[in-house]
């Protein structure tokens, strides 16, 4: 069998994705594309108005009465288990006595058109009796609101290390949340099938949670519920679990109703309705050397949790693997409060807790630097993991440390240390702007986290006329994930990528799919498809080599045909050859990453995988009349391995990097005192647009390949590019540290660092001057 980890000239080559031309043309099939079926019914949700409450009554006359309305469904006529979680099983489709925060789902509207649903959904009568409602993390931790028990990571002793250190200081910061706002909203269509089956066709991250969630509701078995994706308008994690209550709402009813039925959430309901990346409350105290290396550090992360568990525990435990980055702690306590409030609950969102983390100790080494007077590159150097440094505070080894390098090439190409210069001499002759650049790297462990998740399934199908089809169970959101596997598949046979035709990812081709999620797509359903389409390939090389009385050494496939001994054979006349004479041109392939586990108790072991590097230097300008900012220039490096397809991974860059430095610089999350959202629309939630993206923007790939033998060599791409927009923010921390560089100290500003918070941080800056 081929070694998977080679790397053929077909999938080096860099491949338009695979629906581009249906994304220009318009001509890309979302769920809300189809062609609605016959008698098809709208849902919407009546939602509650109170972050927490007791229901004393609900009168659902006037929804029942309203104009188009078909049916409407509350938890009482669910006939199965009323869960919509991924694991605790806290999260209902309709409340049942209790609401635990703004915007739950209380009731179910089925109606003739979306707007006659979404207007009868208003019309609930509800008496609440109100409990007292938690908004903020501290209001949660002084309630002592967890949703489970604080955990803490260690090595070391920390609280002797800072004791014993020649310096020390403490402080802290607050990080912000972020909408997903992918581009398609929530959107799914259930068709009931015969004898009680349902098929949903869903815009959906975790196909097989929708399948095993829907039959938990309706009291089938996993095989009654088919869950079909074609294709998400972007995801980001936020439709990992969060799509699960509309496409199981759809579900019910096409079930209830013997009508299709589907739910499209309009903008402002699915930001009401849908979880958020976690907001992070980071306390430190760390003890360090005059050269700025830290010696004893003490970090806290708070998150707000949010009303039910989701995925806070894996996303929360992700924050403090990363909360090292690239740097050896040798004495370390990482705590991590998991509070739990009256608001939607947060979830999965592109980097799964890695960018909170990873972000709290750039902010403690721009804080030691800004302490020692240093150039904080320079105490990012002093701190790199190394030689006899290179155990992370979980206990895992770093084997695949090119960090130091990576750094030196970026800091050279460039011309960090010229450029610091030429921005110190700009600072000095101007008092209205003020300009800042930092340089940060990024290391992102690859794998998910709950060890049994990875793992992967694909089926080939190879026909007569040599045309070949490829089902797995990624899903495709706009990433690529697709024309990569296409890629690795074209590849096995030496045909063009066009004779491989990736099917819609459907649970009853492949089952018990893990969610296209943590950056793993490529990884494992790669894998997984190369397997299918290797054990097709080793039957037709038995084939042809006994046919044609040859080893079967002696079989090649090429990409101008198949070589059996002196004979060549098209690929489509071999496979025509094998059918004729019996032999299956069908398998599945499997996929399960190896060498890879973890203690969650203990929090110690080998989560991942391998790693994934990367360095941005990004350089920035303030107003500190206005507090507004640019970002001027970035210049990224960033490693992929031996990349399956380059153009896809240098967008993924770019997407990665703009949607981290919204999160740092412009997105805003607001809730009220009460647990109402109050950014739930563009008019008020404010993403990156084409203006944003700085003019100089030059991102290179790093050459070299993975030292684990993934598919080709290759590395995720998905998430870990998110994290370089760290150095936006570390660049404007220099920018407002310009207007008082004598203080000594960092400049207190919270992220996201919008005009209002840049424009605090330098008149209090100013004041101390």
């Known amino acids: 069998m081929a070694d998977s980890t080679q790397h053929p000239a077909a999938a080096e080559r860099s491949r338009p994705h695979d629906s581009a031309v249906l994304h220009v043309t318009g001509a890309a099939l979302y769920v809300d594309d189809v062609a609605e079926p016959k008698d098809l019914l709208h849902l919407a949700f009546g939602q509650s108005r109170m972050a927490h409450a007791r229901i004393v009554s609900m009168d659902l006359a006037a929804v029942r009465a309203a104009e188009g309305v078909v049916a409407v469904f509350t938890a009482a006529d669910i006939p199965g288990v009323n869960d919509v979680s991924p694991v605790a099983g806290d999260d209902r489709l309709l409340a049942d006595g209790e609401v635990v925060n703004v915007g739950q789902p209380l009731f179910l509207v089925a109606a003739t058109s979306q707007l006659a649903a979404r207007k009868a959904a208003r019309l609930g009568q509800i008496e609440y009796e109100a409990r007292p409602a938690l908004v903020t993390i501290d209001q949660a931790e002084a309630a002592d609101s967890r949703i489970e028990p604080t955990q803490r990571m260690a090595r070391g002793d920390a609280a002797a290390a800072l004791a014993a250190a020649p310096q020390r200081l403490s402080g802290g910061f607050e990080m912000g949340g972020q909408e997903h706002f992918y581009l398609e909203g929530q959107a799914s269509l259930a068709t009931p099938m015969e004898q009680g089956q349902v098929h949903i066709l869903a815009s959906t991250q975790h196909p097989s949670e929708v399948q095993h969630l829907a039959a938990k509701l309706l009291g089938l078995t996993h095989a009654d519920v088919t869950v079909e994706v ?134 403690v080494i721009d804080a030691v630097a800004a302490r020692l007077g240093l150039d904080p590159l320079s105490v990012r150097l002093a701190n790199l993991y190394g030689p006899k440094r290179d155990v992370t505070p979980y206990g895992m080894t770093v084997a695949d440390n090119i960090a130091p390098e990576l750094i030196a090439r970026l800091r050279t190409d460039a011309r960090y240390d010229a450029r610091r210069a030429e921005i110190a001499a700009f600072n000095a002759r101007n008092a209205i702007l003020k300009k800042g650049i930092a340089l940060t790297p990024v290391k992102f462990g690859i794998s998910f986290t709950t060890t049994h998740l990875n793992q992967a399934g694909a089926l080939a199908l190879v026909y007569a006329d040599g045309a070949i089809q490829i089902n797995h169970g990624g899903t495709e959101m706009g990433q690529g994930l697709m024309i990569k596997v296409a890629q690795v598949v074209a590849d096995v046979f030496a045909v063009p990528v066009e004779a491989v035709r990736v099917t819609s990812t459907r649970t009853d081709k492949v089952p018990n799919t893990s969610a296209t999620a943590a950056s793993s797509g490529a990884d494992l359903n790669g894998m997984a498809a190369h397997n299918a389409a290797m054990t097709i390939r080793d039957r037709l090389t038995e084939f ?149 993206r700085p003019a100089h923007l030059n991102i290179s790939l790093w050459k070299g390949e993975n030292v684990e033998p993934t598919i080709h060599r290759s590395k995720a791409v998905g998430e870990p590019p998110f994290m370089l927009a760290i150095s936006v923010f570390s660049a404007l921390t220099q920018a407002v540290a310009a207007v008082a560089p004598q203080l000594g100290e960092l400049p207190e500003l919270d992220a996201p660092a919008t005009p209002q918070r840049i424009l605090a941080a330098v008149s209090a800056r100013r004041s101390r001057r």
């Open 544 to 692: 042809a080599a006994r046919s044609f009385g040859c080893a079967p050494a002696d079989v090649r496939f090429t990409p101008e045909g198949v070589l059996v001994g002196a004979e060549r054979l098209s690929f489509a006349e071999l496979c025509r050859k094998a059918h004729m004479g019996r032999i299956s041109l069908a398998s599945t392939g499997f996929y399960a990453t190896p060498d890879i586990a973890y203690d969650r108790a203990a929090h110690r072991g080998r989560p991942f995988y391998y790693f994934a590097y990367g360095a941005a230097v990004s350089e920035v300008v303030i107003d500190t009349l206005t507090g507004e900012h640019r970002v001027l220039a970035v210049d990224i490096l960033h490693d992929v391995g031996r990349s399956l397809n380059p153009t896809i991974d240098l967008g993924q860059i770019e997407g990665g990097f703009l949607q981290g430095q919204g999160w740092l610089t412009t997105e805003e999350i607001v809730f009220d005192d009460e647990g109402r959202l109050l950014t739930h629309s563009p008019a008020t939630y404010k993403i990156p647009t084409a203006s944003d």
């Open 230 to 363: 074609r294709r998400m308008g972007g995801a980001f994690g936020g439709k990992e679990t969060q799509a699960a209550a509309f496409a199981v709402a759809a579900a019910l009813v096409a079930s209830k109703t013997g009508r299709p039925a589907k739910f499209r959430t309009d903008r402002d309901d699915d930001m009401v309705l849908t979880g958020k990346r976690h907001d992070f409350r980071v306390r430190f105290a760390v003890g360090f050397d005059g050269d700025g290396r830290i010696l004893g550090l003490k970090l806290e992360l708070a998150s707000r949790c949010g009303a039910t568990v989701d995925l806070s525990p894996a996303i929360n435990d992700r924050a403090m693997f990363h909360a090292d980055n690239c740097y050896w702690l040798p004495d370390v306590e990482i705590l991590s409060q998991r509070l739990k409030t009256n608001t939607i609950s947060a979830t999965a969102f592109r980097g799964f807790g890695g960018p909170q983390g990873m972000i709290a100790i750039e902010r």
